[in-house]
């Protein structure tokens, strides 16, 4: 017989099994990227738990940030992926605000003053005015005139655009609600229905914009050239990381001065977490009790919970047991920097003053880019210009875009996934057990934000499926001094 005291030992023991089970002491978490997603669930654990546990955080590279990178063209510093957040990505403004980053808001002041053409392989469709002045008042005209050609063109469609993304922004919002307001989520497919943005992710863009009254030649056009330059995708991409990436050409655009990838590092640094660079690890494997994770550097470790913070898609990761997770394509997309001067007989034009400062496309398949942007004007014939396309830009091509060429750079990106709604989504628990993917959710759409988002529910789902902490509420976070109620005026 037992004795009631044994009893409520037992229960005791069977309660706190994973912690008496585990092989280290104190409880290993084991991240794999450090990106904005693995250094989001790193700073996310920290601030919510109190508690003695270690991180660690592998990187296959040599700088941490992962798709937040800068690319250095003779001297100039800029940003080679994830470039601008939107002034409601709450987690990137506390992190930078907290983190004593400073904000910067891309090119000048006014969102609008960046002059737009519409390229369709012969002409430009579609432009604004290009005034290049140092005077306010002239800029405030300049954008008051190009609001009007916009709504000749396009009409009441844009307000319905804007209507369509507010709605979707104000959704996603929930996410940022009280602890105690949010449940934990083990499925994309959950969150997503939480907030009443799943169904976006099960019809295309067009679909949804044509439920929403768009006209053809807005969603042809204006619509088109955006998703190409965020996804380099078209329209099919599905109806939530169309909004998205919507709602990242609006206004209110920002950056972090030096480099977005400053985010991804101080949090790692604030985290008190292990930081292994240049190690990549090849295999997870459950041993019963734990995880041992192999590196290519040879070493084994062994932890409580694994972290998956990088696209499995192109990885090849080996896991034993083996896990099944729905097939999804990466959408690689090339970011070519030049310093030089375009071509202005490429576009037919006389002058490279009357070449706009972005050039966006249609979607036609002879077209050989998504877009050309300057990202900086050094002198009357000397730009910076980043080119986004879905193939490699040979020489040859560029020798015919661009008169001047001095410096080239190429970045081959696995972007974001390839989107094809209806969306199918992994699983956040990979395993049924302690090992997470975070990335699960970026077929619903890839930002900067959406991973910091994902990764704050992972971290939640740690502290309450490994630790035992339940419910987690506000009351059992841990201070964190350096975050401050915000204000900001971006
Ligand atoms: C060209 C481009 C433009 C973009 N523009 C924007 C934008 O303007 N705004 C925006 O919000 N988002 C943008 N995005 C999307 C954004 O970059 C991503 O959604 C986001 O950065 C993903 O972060 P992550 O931490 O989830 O993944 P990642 O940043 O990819 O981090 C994963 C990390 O894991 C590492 N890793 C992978 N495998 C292993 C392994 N086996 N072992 C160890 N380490 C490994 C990788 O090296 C990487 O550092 C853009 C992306 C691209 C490519
Ligand atoms: C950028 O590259 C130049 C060489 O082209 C080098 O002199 C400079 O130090 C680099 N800047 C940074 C910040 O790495
Ligand atoms: C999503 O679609 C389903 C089925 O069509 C519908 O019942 C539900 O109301 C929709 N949800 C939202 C939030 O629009
Ligand atoms: C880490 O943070 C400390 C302050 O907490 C700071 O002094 C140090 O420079 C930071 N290190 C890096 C690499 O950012
Ligand atoms: C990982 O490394 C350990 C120690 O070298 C080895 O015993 C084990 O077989 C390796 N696991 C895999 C999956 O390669
Ligand atoms: C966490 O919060 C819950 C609910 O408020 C409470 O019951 C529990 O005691 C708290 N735990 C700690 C460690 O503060
Ligand atoms: C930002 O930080 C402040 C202070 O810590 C906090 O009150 C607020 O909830 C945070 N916002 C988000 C979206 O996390």
């Known amino acids: 017989m037992l004795s009631p005291l044994s009893l409520f030992l037992l229960s005791f023991l069977i309660l706190l099994h994973p912690t008496l ?3 280290n002491d104190p409880p290993t978490v084991c991240i794999i990227g450090s990106g904005i997603g693995g250094s989001s669930v790193a700073h996310f654990l920290r601030r919510y ?4 546990f270690s991180i660690q955080i592998f990187e296959r590279n040599g700088v941490v940030g992962g798709r937040m990178a800068t690319v250095n063209v003779s001297g100039d510093i800029f940003e080679a992926g994830a470039s601008v957040l939107h002034p409601k990505n709450f987690y990137a403004l506390n992190y930078t605000q907290s983190l004593g980053l400073k904000f910067k808001t891309p090119s000048s002041s006014s969102s609008n003053s960046l002059s737009l053409g519409i390229w369709d392989g012969k002409k430009f469709a579609f432009k604004t005015l290009l005034v290049r002045s140092d ?10 005139a ?6 000749l063109r396009y009409g009441f469609s844009l307000l319905r655009m804007e209507t369509f993304v507010e709605t979707t922004v104000d959704r996603f919002l929930k996410y940022y609600g009280s ?4 449940p934990l989520f083990e499925t994309v497919d959950g969150m997503l229905q939480w907030a009443g943005l799943y169904n976006l992710t099960t019809r295309t863009l067009q679909e949804e914009l044509v439920d929403a009254r768009l006209s053809p030649l807005l969603i042809q056009e ?3 050239v955006i998703t190409r330059i965020n996804y380099g995708q078209s329209v099919f991409i599905n109806g939530l990381a169309g909004a998205v990436s919507l709602a990242g050409s609006g206004g209110g655009l920002w950056a972090v001065e030096g480099g977005n990838w400053q985010m991804a590092a101080g949090l790692i640094n604030r985290s008190d977490a292990a930081l292994h660079l240049h190690e990549k690890i090849e295999s997870i494997s459950y041993l019963g009790d734990y995880y041992e994770l192999n590196s290519t550097l040879g070493n084994s470790y062994t932890c409580d919970v694994v972290v998956v913070a990088t696209p499995l898609d192109e990885s090849n990761i080996q896991f034993t047991p083996q896990i099944s997770i729905p097939k999804r394509k990466l959408q690689h997309t090339h970011a070519t920097f030049v310093r030089g001067l375009l071509n202005p007989g490429y576009f037919g034009l006389d002058a490279v003053s009357e070449i706009p400062e972005l050039v966006g496309t249609i979607e036609d398949p002879d077209l050989p880019f998504s877009s050309i942007s300057v990202l900086k004007q050094h002198g009357e014939k000397d730009m910076t210009y980043k080119i986004f396309s879905r193939k490699r830009m040979a020489n040859v091509l560029l020798d015919s875009i661009f008169s001047v060429r001095q410096v080239t750079i190429r970045i081959n990106w696995g972007a974001y996934p390839h989107y094809n709604a209806p969306e199918v989504f992994a699983s956040f628990i990979l395993d049924g057990r302690h090992l997470y993917y975070v990335n699960a959710f970026e077929n619903a ?5 959406t991973s910091a988002v994902a990764a704050e ?3 939640r789902l740690i502290i309450s499926r490994f630790f035992n902490q339940l419910p987690l509420t506000s009351a059992n976070m841990s201070s964190d001094s350096g975050e401050q109620i915000l204000h900001l005026d971006l």
């Open 146 to 151: 190009n609001s009007l050609l916009m709504f």
């Open 135 to 144: 005077l306010p008042f002239v800029d405030k005209i300049v954008s008051l």
């Open 21 to 23: 089970a585990r092989p």
């Open 445 to 449: 759409a890839s930002t900067m934000e």
């Open 179 to 182: 602890l105690e307001s949010r």
């Open 49 to 52: 738990s109190s508690g003695p």
């Open 457 to 459: 529910n992972i971290a």
């Open 222 to 224: 204006l619509v088109t």
